[in-house]
């Protein structure tokens, strides 16, 4: 009679901390369900170079990711960012964990266009392992569409590093992306997606 008390103490209290556990990211991020084999992403990209407060002529580029296989918490693809306008482009491999933790064939590149909707500060990391914090919830419009957005950030105001995240609220795809510094400042805005 003492070990079914037990049990049915344990099961209790896994019952009452199962939600608390999720909710707090001690279980970890994981990937959305609708990241799979064939996905492809397209984002619009700009950047520019700043010199003395005054932005240098802006480069315009096409991000397309091809989501290739996803093992696991693993998601692998392949990036193309073709230059608008030019030849020029280049392609890029990477995998990336539902944790942000990342390889690519170009160092400090990945093609990650998720965030765990229920643990996003957990899922994304800046370039050199930053931590984001919670910025806040609403409407989020661009390209004629609008989503119910939550947008996550870190900022270090010593360097004048900023990276901000706004992805759908929902699902966790990543709808705007900056990275803002003194000497640059490059933006990503989603675009379309297919392979659904």
Known sequence: MQSLRVSRFFVLIFTVLSPFTTMTGQNGPANP??????L???YDGVSAFVNNGRF???????????VTSVSGNKVSGV???????????QKHAWTCTAAADCTSDMPG???????????PTASIKGPNGERYSLVGKGPYSYG???WDATTI?????ATGW???????????????????SPGEQVHTYFRSMSGQ
């Open 33 to 38: 369900a609708w990241v799979h084999p064939g």
């Open 40 to 42: 492809v992403v397209t």
């Open 56 to 66: 240098s002529q802006g480069v315009q580029v096409l991000i397309t990711t091809r």
């Open 79 to 89: 990036t193309q960012i073709q230059n608008v306008g030019t030849p020029m482009g």
């Open 109 to 119: 590149f990945n093609g990650k266009f998720w965030v765990d909707p229920a643990n």
């Open 144 to 146: 004629g569409r609008r």
């Open 153 to 157: 950030s870190y900022q270090n105001p």
């Open 162 to 180: 900023q990276f901000v995240c706004t992805f759908e609220s929902k699902t966790g795809l990543v709808l705007a992306y900056s990275e803002t």
